[in-house]
């Protein structure tokens, strides 16, 4: 069984300072990672990946993750809050041949003040 | 290029009545995921389709919920005899293929509420 673990139900932050939400997994055979957005009343938005590669994976809206294999984590980061980066963020995991059947963490509202 | 397409945005039934949530997919992608998210919490996989073919139910509910992706028209979630534990916001997402090279796509979710 996978399982995403998001240890913090919020985050805050003061706008222009730099932000991580944590995210750390569990899974069997080599990870897919995924970050999404969630913005009141929409679907979620997918704003980057982890299949192979390099450890540090850049995303859209300036957002990177770093992907670190013996901590079993999927951190996201930006280097500078906006006021607008204020959502409800999930990460993701599923096995490399499980396509596209993914397991979220229980979610981490990001609240950026002016 | 219209995103996934999920309507009626809001269902608001009784005990007891039927709940039917629709699904188009992006225009070119031909699979198919539900997932069910409850207030405040992740999103919970419930079932994945592909034209005509149920892949994985394993997230659904063994009585009362059925999924369908037919040839033609959008994918359908079907709930008979809603219960309030039913209510909840239940997303539809797409992709053009299997692996995850190919990033879902959601839509903007049905919120049924039971009454």
């Known amino acids: 069984a996978q399982s995403v673990a998001q240890p913090e139900d919020q985050v805050n932050v003061a706008e222009g300072n730099p932000l991580t939400v944590k995210c750390t997994y569990s899974v069997s055979g080599n990870p897919y990672l995924f970050w999404y957005v969630q913005y009141p009343n929409r679907g979620l938005q997918f704003l980057l990946k982890y299949i192979t590669g390099d450890n540090l994976v850049k995303g859209s809206y300036g957002f990177e993750a770093e992907f670190n294999k013996s901590q079993t984590s999927f951190h996201l980061k930006k280097p500078s809050a906006l006021v607008s980066d204020s959502a409800l963020y999930f990460c993701a995991v599923s096995r490399n041949n499980a396509g596209n059947m993914l397991t979220f963490g229980g979610g981490t509202r990001l609240m950026v003040k002016p | 290029n219209a995103g996934v397409m999920q309507n009626p945005r809001h269902l608001v039934r009784r005990r007891g009545q039927e709940a039917r949530l629709r699904c188009s997919p992006m225009?070119?992608?031909?699979?198919v995921y539900w997932y069910r998210q409850l207030p405040e919490e992740g999103l919970k996989f419930m079932v994945y389709l592909q034209k005509e073919n149920i892949i994985d139910e394993s997230g659904m509910p063994k009585e009362r919920f059925s999924a369908e992706f037919p040839k033609e028209g959008p994918s359908i979630l079907r709930i008979q005899q809603v219960v309030r534990g039913d209510s909840a916001a239940y997303f539809c997402a797409s992709s053009p293929g299997q692996g995850g090279n190919s990033p879902l796509h959601f839509g903007n979710g049905t919120r049924l509420t039971v009454t």
């Open positions: 225009k070119g992608h031909s699979h």
